[in-house]
């Protein structure tokens, strides 16, 4: 059965997108089982990142979007990540930017927010991890990823205003944590929080990452890198691409303790 991980900030420009397909991928190089990806955001940059056109007609409309309807199978959603395929078994769930209206219909229909994750429960039989990239705001999409999920992943920038958001969605966590919540999930573990683009010339940011790491359970410190974003025209993750550079060994080292 696989774990499910969400990795969430209401904040955007924090490295969630890049962390959710860097981490998958290390997690690829490794599992027996395959790995999936899912496209929470309405935004789609995981899936244009995987190199997949959003509204192409070869899916067949099956984007994150069907995993919220009860009459699909959650399996026709799934889809291999071609630029890996040769060598991994990592898939993905596509978002199209139709998920902005359903993220909307769930603040009238919770029931739906049950079947996301009804779907998401048979999905475990058939992964080892599924990663979850979560939108950047603090809405129904996001609390349909913490209700699902066994553990939630924070990306930050290790600076001033971002630091301070953490509290909103340390916040938003423990509201779905709370058993006295409609949509609860008492089993959601924040495994930890994850300092992105690490500048170790900036005092700022190795300030702010000492305080992250006597604040929070951090998990690793992944510095700025070209490598970083060198092959995302290729739709290639930076532990695939670039394996021994610094920030791959920063992913692979977090993923290693998930």
Wanted: aromatic share 6%; proline share 4%.
């Amino acid at each position: 059965m696989a774990k499910i991980i969400s990795i969430a900030n209401q904040k955007g420009g924090v490295g969630k997108t890049t962390t959710t397909y860097n981490l998958a991928a290390a997690k690829a190089k490794k599992a027996a089982a395959p790995i999936l990806m899912i496209d929470l955001d309405p935004q789609y940059s995981l899936t244009e990142y995987c190199k997949m056109v959003h509204d192409a007609s070869e899916y067949n409309g099956m984007s994150t979007c069907k995993l919220f309807q009860r009459e699909i199978d959650p399996l026709d959603c799934c889809f291999e990540v071609e630029p890996l395929a040769e060598k991994y078994d990592l898939f993905i769930v596509p978002s199209t930017q139709d998920l902005a209206v359903t993220g909307l219909s769930l603040y009238n229909n919770k029931e739906l927010v049950k079947v996301f994750k009804g779907k998401l429960e048979k999905l475990k039989e058939y992964f080892s991890y599924i990663f979850i990239d979560c939108p950047p705001a603090l809405d129904m999409l996001l609390t349909s990823a913490l209700f699902a999920s066994d553990e939630v992943v924070i990306t930050t920038k290790p600076e001033r205003l971002s630091c301070a958001g953490l509290k909103l969605i340390t916040g938003t966590i423990a509201s779905v944590q709370d058993e006295k919540n409609e949509l609860n999930n008492t089993r959601l573990k924040v495994s930890g929080v994850i300092a992105t683009m690490h500048r170790s010339v900036s005092r700022e940011h190795n300030e702010y990452t000492v305080q992250l790491a006597s604040d929070y359970n951090l998990l690793g410190i992944v510095p700025q890198s070209t490598m970083v974003t060198k092959e995302v025209e290729h739709g290639l993750p930076v532990v695939i691409a670039h394996g021994t550079c610094k920030a791959a060994k920063a992913y692979t080292d977090i993923a290693n303790k998930l």
